[in-house]
């Protein structure tokens, strides 16, 4: 399993912010994520706890659970399935005000599964790509909070 962690400040104040990247249709801002379907809204807001999401990513499937929503300060979830086939210990996004806006980190727990080599694979190839992912939609989320 590999933990990948990726920060940045994003100038808008922290509600804003926390509203823009816990409304999972906004990754389609970006080319990477192509499509997004609420597939059951959460008990206390629509992407809140226990909202199931489906992402398109351009390296694959996901059905996430929100499993934590603390708003404007964190939310967390959990991927339940994937194409390709992974193993997700947890995924966190946390949101703290600081001068110039407000901080965000992203922090997710995974591993693709593969019949031997998942480590090597995932530690190569997946955590960078997965990095420049988030990296992705923290700016887009810079950028529409900007304007």
Do not use: C, Q
């Not at 351009?58 to 929100?66: A, D, L």
């Not at 991927?79 to 390709?84: D, K, L, N, Q, T």
């Not at 593969?114 to 790509?129: D, E, I, N, Q």
Request: hydrophobic fraction near 40%; glycine fraction near 6%; aromatic fraction near 10%.
């Amino acid at each position: 399993m590999e933990t990948i962690t990726v920060e940045r400040v994003i100038d808008a104040p922290i509600d804003r912010v926390f509203e823009w990247l816990s409304v999972a249709s906004n990754y389609t801002r970006t080319p990477i994520v192509l499509r997004e379907r609420l597939v059951r809204p959460g008990t206390d807001a629509p992407y809140g706890e226990g909202a199931v999401r489906v992402l398109i990513w351009v390296i694959g499937r996901f059905r996430e659970r929100i499993t934590a929503y603390r708003p404007p300060h964190e939310f967390e979830y959990l991927v339940e399935r994937s194409f390709p086939p992974s193993r997700h210990e947890g995924g966190k996004l946390t949101f703290t005000e600081v001068d110039g806006g407000t901080s965000v980190v992203w922090t997710t727990v995974a591993e693709v599964r593969l019949p031997f080599g998942a480590g090597v694979v995932t530690r190569t190839v997946v955590k960078p790509v997965i990095s420049y992912i988030f990296h992705r939609v923290l700016a887009a989320a810079d950028r529409d909070l900007r304007t």
